[in-house]
């Protein structure tokens, strides 16, 4: 099983940028897809999450600016990035969880600066 991540990299402040994820079939229709991120000497942390049915939850830290979505035909779930600030520098992982399974993928830099 493999999560293939596509979309980072730099963009000035302001700017946006989309973060794709492509995944196999029978972990998009049944699993909680998600997005997290890890900047250099943080922990990582939880962006946003879209479940099975559509249900989204996200970070403090960019709701309102983030949006997660799914294309259910062909099982990739999509990171909208907007109104992108320089604390959002980090390499974002792409996760899908299926019961006690979880996967994560390569991770996709973003950087914003100007």
């Known amino acids: 099983v493999q999560l293939v991540e596509s979309g980072g990299g730099l963009v000035q402040p302001g700017g946006s940028l989309r973060l794709s994820c492509a995944t196999s079939?029978?972990?998009?229709?049944?699993?909680?897809m998600g997005w997290y991120r890890q900047a250099p000497g943080d922990q990582r942390e939880l962006v946003a999450t879209?479940?099975?049915?559509?249900?989204?939850d996200y970070g403090d830290s960019v709701k309102g600016r983030f949006t997660i979505s799914r294309d259910n035909a062909n099982a990739t779930v999509f990171l909208q990035m907007n109104s992108l600030k320089p604390d959002d520098t980090a390499v974002y992982y792409c996760n899908a969880k299926l019961g006690g399974f979880s996967q994560w993928g390569q991770g996709t830099q973003v950087t914003v600066s100007a």
């Open positions: 079939r029978i972990l998009f229709e049944f699993g909680d």
């Open positions: 879209i479940s099975p049915r559509g249900v989204t």
